[in-house]
């Protein structure tokens, strides 16, 4: 069964550094997404991606976070200049559709990123 | 606004036993689709249920079954005969239909344990 892989599983940086959290979407599909949790909170949205531009985006989605499909297959998410409360599990998910038109997405197993 | 409520943090069931796990959403539109996502110790998301609301049957899949209330902005999902494997944190979502909707909001989770 096809699925969303994403590497590292966990990392952990320094505060200030530059870190980039990679997916490898289903090979078909054409929506990409970032989620993120805080532990103990709920699941949020970040940032939604289509035709290689962002087609939504979250207020939590500022200046210091980008996107970016280098290469047909990866996906990848990029935090400039990480700060503690960047600590949390950030999930990647493809879909063929919009979620809107009751499309199945489908989840990565998510990075666990640790700001230290 | 979207916003929606899981109001139980932790259930837990007897194996082979049923449970439901509750679910309140807040929304201003007609149109919409609600989902349960089930995050096991693995951490990935899987899609457990889909419920549109313009449709009045409750959806089920096999030991999975949802109760939608569309006036009192309700979605419990029940789950019979609980397996060991269904141990879990289940997330309720909710989308707006529509072609340009990229993004699920979702509640805070409910952490169900099922006990031999």
């Known amino acids: 069964e096809p699925e969303v892989t994403q590497t590292p599983s966990h990392q952990v940086t320094q505060m200030g550094q530059e870190v980039i959290l990679r997916c490898v979407p289903i090979s078909n599909h054409l929506y990409f997404y970032w989620y993120r949790q805080i532990l103990g909170q709920k699941v949020e949205f970040l940032v939604s991606f289509y035709n290689n531009e962002i087609s939504e985006k979250s207020e939590i989605f500022d200046d210091q976070f980008s996107v970016e499909r280098p290469d047909g297959s990866n996906f990848t998410l990029k935090i400039r200049s990480t700060k503690l409360e960047d600590s949390a599990m950030y999930f990647c998910a493809s879909s063929y559709r919009p979620w809107g038109l009751n499309t199945e997405a489908f989840f990565g197993q998510g990075t666990r990123l640790t700001v230290v | 606004a979207q916003t929606v409520t899981q109001s139980q943090p932790e259930m837990s069931v007897q194996e082979a036993e049923t449970v439901t796990l509750s679910c309140t959403y807040d929304t201003s539109e007609s149109d919409y689709y609600l989902f349960w996502y089930k995050q096991p110790p693995s951490r990935q998301m899987i899609l457990v249920i889909r419920q549109e609301a313009y449709k009045q049957q409750n959806a089920t899949e096999n030991r999975f079954s949802v109760n939608f209330q569309k006036a009192a902005k309700s979605f419990s999902l029940k789950i019979s005969d609980s397996q060991l494997g269904d141990a879990a944190m289940y997330f309720c979502?909710?989308?707006?239909?529509?072609?340009?909707?990229?993004?699920?909001?979702f509640g805070k989770g409910t952490l169900l344990t099922v006990n031999p």
């Open positions: 979502a909710y989308c707006h239909s529509g072609g340009s909707n990229y993004k699920l909001t």
